[in-house]
């Protein structure tokens, strides 16, 4: 049987259209593209854990506290939002657009007030730069605390309490009677997963 050039131009087409949507529609979703990512959001102020900058994706870029960005992008200039997370099976919590995970500044990082940042995970279970032990660990309590497995304190909004655009999230003591010890406000540290 001979097959036309014609018939086998129409078929090549035909097959390569078929792969081409098979792997454009059936591929997995990358890091970026997690179907378990969230918002990170503070129970008090109801704003998200956020990158600074717009999007923030590099190492050492602070974390802060940020008006939700819950259609996906930022508002102001139309990037894809940085403040959805995964909280991994192994304790880390990465940020879906970068890649990078919470990380307390130091080598480690333990002391009331040090800054947490966006840093290259430490899936080793050690600092890279020093071989200490990753302070990058972190449980979510029943009580919505994020507790540091390595210092046993918790994600902290700067302020007493902290609740406006830009501020800082820190390592702190753990607020488990719901106040703040040194003003009695109400605490800035729970957090839900949006």
């Known amino acids: ?102 990380d307390v500044a130091g080598a480690p990082g333990r002391t009331n007030g040090a800054a947490l940042q966006l840093w290259d995970c430490e899936r080793s279970g050690r600092n890279a730069d020093n071989g200490s032990t990753t302070d990058q660990k972190w449980v979510l309590t029943s009580g919505g605390f994020i507790r540091n497995t390595l210092s046993g304190k918790c994600i902290d909004v700067a302020g007493a309490p902290g609740r406006t655009n830009g501020a800082a999230l820190q390592l702190w003591d753990c607020e488990r009677s719901g106040r703040n010890a040194d003003n009695g406000s109400t605490t800035d540290q729970k957090w839900e997963l949006d």
């Open 1 to 102: 049987m001979k097959l036309s050039s014609k018939f086998l131009m129409g078929l090549f087409f035909v097959l390569s259209s078929f792969t081409f949507l098979l792997l454009l529609f059936g591929k997995k979703p990358s890091v970026a593209q997690s179907t378990n990512d969230k918002f990170i959001v503070n129970s008090f102020s109801g704003k998200c854990i956020d990158v600074a900058g717009a999007p923030g994706r590099n190492n050492g870029a602070a974390l802060q506290l940020w008006d939700c960005e819950i259609s996906g992008t930022n508002p102001d200039n139309g990037s894809t939002t940085d403040q959805k997370w995964v909280l991994t099976s192994s304790g880390f919590i990465r940020n879906t657009l970068s890649g990078k995970c919470i």
